[in-house]
């Protein structure tokens, strides 16, 4: 695999992320130095990680560069809120919620086609700095034919009317990053509680599915 594509850095360590996001981390961060053959990632955590967390997203940072031949440099750092994030030459990968939002945090990618998978990184992007403790997961699927875009907010528990807004305009956000294909969008905030039994989607994909059990 090469990284010289920001977009597909950016969905494999979407894709190796699934079901270890944990409420302590805080971003991920990604780079790539295409010269050197480095693909850099950062997990910044509130507070100490536990040995459980640092083996899982060890292994995360695997999963994202199984197929490369780029030698990895990853790092798991303690940096308490509010701290700010450091980005230097990075992306986010991942960001949750937090009081003080960090600027600039999406970056401007570009969509050749509706594809689903461009449909994830749209997601990825917009889900930046909007994920909270009751999200479960997000799953994201298209119809070429009818031009629908379907995306599920999928939560459990009550939710406030700001994270409710928070989540629409993230859905608002994915959408209008993909407007030029002239989709019809389905989107829904669905609640579903957690039962003891990990959540999996009957269609689509993930663009994003936090840690459980």
């Given at each position: 695999?090469?990284?010289?594509?920001?977009?597909?850095?950016?969905?494999?360590?979407?894709?190796?992320?699934?079901?270890?996001?944990?409420?302590?981390?805080?971003?991920?961060?990604?780079?790539?130095d295409?010269?050197?053959?480095?693909?850099?990632?950062?997990?910044?955590?509130?507070?100490?990680?536990?040995?459980?967390?640092?083996?899982?997203?060890?292994?995360?940072?695997?999963?994202?560069?199984?197929?490369?031949?780029?030698?990895?440099?990853d790092?798991?750092?303690?940096?308490?809120?509010?701290?700010?994030?450091?980005?230097?030459?990075?992306?986010?990968?991942?960001?949750?919620?937090?009081?003080?939002?960090?600027?600039?945090?999406?970056?401007?990618?570009?969509?050749?086609?509706?594809s689903?998978?461009?449909?994830?990184l749209?997601?990825?992007?917009?889900?930046?700095?909007?994920?909270?403790?009751?999200?479960?997961?997000?799953?994201?699927?298209?119809?070429?034919?009818?031009?629908?875009?379907?995306?599920?907010?999928?939560?459990?528990?009550?939710?406030?009317?700001?994270?409710?807004?928070?989540?629409?305009?993230?859905?608002?956000?994915?959408?209008?990053?993909?407007?030029?294909?002239?989709?019809?969008?389905?989107?829904?905030?669905?609640?579903?509680?957690?039962?003891?039994?990990?959540?999996?989607?009957?269609?689509?994909?993930?663009?994003?599915?936090?840690?459980?059990?």
């Amino acid at each position: 695999m090469e990284y010289e594509s920001l977009e597909y850095s950016l969905l494999s360590t979407q894709r190796a992320l699934f079901d270890v996001v944990t409420p302590e981390l805080r971003a991920v961060v990604i780079n790539v130095d295409t010269n050197r053959r480095i693909f850099f990632i950062y997990f910044y955590c509130d507070g100490k990680a536990s040995e459980k967390m640092i083996d899982l997203w060890q292994c995360a940072t695997t999963e994202a560069t199984a197929d490369s031949n780029y030698w990895v440099d990853d790092h798991i750092v303690r940096l308490d809120c509010p701290k700010e994030i450091p980005l230097k030459n990075g992306v986010f990968a991942y960001l949750r919620k937090e009081p003080k939002l960090q600027l600039n945090c999406k970056k401007k990618l570009t969509y050749e086609k509706f594809s689903v998978g461009n449909v994830q990184l749209a997601a990825q992007q917009a889900l930046l700095g909007v994920v909270t403790p009751e999200l479960r997961a997000v799953v994201v699927d298209v119809e070429e034919k009818q031009k629908l875009l379907y995306v599920r907010f999928y939560r459990h528990g009550e939710i406030s009317n700001e994270i409710k807004m928070l989540w629409l305009g993230a859905m608002k956000d994915a959408s209008n990053e993909l407007n030029k294909f002239e989709y019809t969008l389905d989107g829904q905030i669905v609640r579903l509680d957690f039962c003891g039994e990990q959540f999996r989607s009957e269609r689509g994909r993930y663009a994003y599915m936090r840690m459980e059990g």
